[in-house]
């Protein structure tokens, strides 16, 4: 069974700072999907990023961006000019086919002005 | 504007009850979605359906029913039989559902919170 652990459950960053998230996953396949949503106080789920595990390229979007290891099964997110708006849960998610995604249990971002 | 709707936001239920939470897409996606968080803990899939009149227990499904009548809706219903239901639920889509191997991204809609009473 494919598991996501998510082994800091908070952090802090100062505004225009860079932080770093850290994901595990374990799987025995080799084609799957990896993610990261955030979700602000208002509980609503929003993707943040999307990795695919066959391309060896790093994912970006804007100031987040992934560092994917496949070999050693990690995916960390790195949040470049931390912004208050970026003070969320943010969840791993592990995704091997439309009827199987796991989450990690979330790390809790606070950005202090 | 295209999106995912649950109603209603906050819902009071009594022991012994039934509830009913309404979860509406029109983003023509096929596959929708019913997940359960807890405090301190992910996501969990209840319920999924990958095409409008079927639809699979995913890992936490005892004490839940739902329904997939219509593309746009899958109402979640909460039995009695469920022991411990006061959660934040969240309903999900996407474009694909049921192609083995095949992922698309799941959309999340703004979620409902459960609190029995």
């Known amino acids: 069974a494919q598991t996501v652990t998510q082994s800091q459950p908070e952090m802090s960053v100062q505004e225009a700072e860079t932080v770093t998230l850290s994901c595990t996953y374990d799987?025995?396949?080799?084609?799957?999907?990896l993610f990261w949503y955030k979700q602000p106080p208002s509980r609503q789920m929003i993707l943040v990023i999307r990795?695919?595990?066959?391309?060896?390229q790093n994912a970006t979007e804007n100031r987040f961006s992934v560092n994917f290891q496949k070999a050693a099964k990690s995916f960390s997110l790195k949040i470049s000019d931390s912004q208050l708006g970026d003070t969320a849960m943010y969840f791993c998610a592990f995704q091997y086919n439309n009827n199987d995604m796991r989450f990690g249990a979330g790390t809790r971002l606070t950005v202090k002005p | 504007d295209g999106g995912i709707t649950q109603s209603p936001k906050y819902l009071f239920r009594k022991e012994g009850q039934n509830v009913t939470l309404s979860c509406e897409q029109n983003?023509?996606?096929?596959?929708m979605y019913w997940y359960r968080q807890d405090p301190g803990q992910g996501l969990r899939l209840i319920y999924y359906s990958q095409i409008v009149n079927d639809f699979q227990k995913g890992d936490i499904a005892e004490g839940y029913s739902v329904s997939r009548e219509k593309k746009e809706s899958f109402p979640l219903t909460v039995t009695s039989a469920q022991k411990n239901p006061t959660a934040f639920y969240l309903c999900?889509?996407?474009?694909?559902?049921?192609?083995?191997?095949?992922?698309?991204?799941?959309?999340f809609g703004p979620g409902t919170r459960l609190t029995v009473l």
């Open positions: 999900a889509s996407s474009i694909a559902g049921g192609i083995l191997f095949h992922t698309d991204t799941q959309y």
């Open positions: 799987t025995s396949e080799s084609n799957y999907y």
């Open positions: 990795q695919e595990a066959y391309k060896q």
């Open positions: 983003l023509n996606h096929d596959a």
